[in-house]
């Protein structure tokens, strides 16, 4: 069984990293049904580079960079 509690911190930590990337940019963009959508659904990050890179259409130097106001 430690390797499955590893593999679940794991799991757990890739999650909440995209999760807390989608959520500060669909949250600094205005964007509050894709905020709790990406809130409230779990999908093991999956859900949250879709609307990174698929909606967004953020590149990964862009992840990081504060949006432009627009």
Known sequence: MPAFG?????LVIWSLFWKGLALWHAGRKGQS???IALLVINTAGILEIIYLFAILK???ADLFAKPSRS
């Not at 590893?6 to 794991?10: A, D, H, P, T, Y």
């Open 6 to 10: 590893g593999g679940f911190f794991l």
């Open 33 to 35: 049904w894709w905020f």
């Open 58 to 60: 953020l590149r990964q």
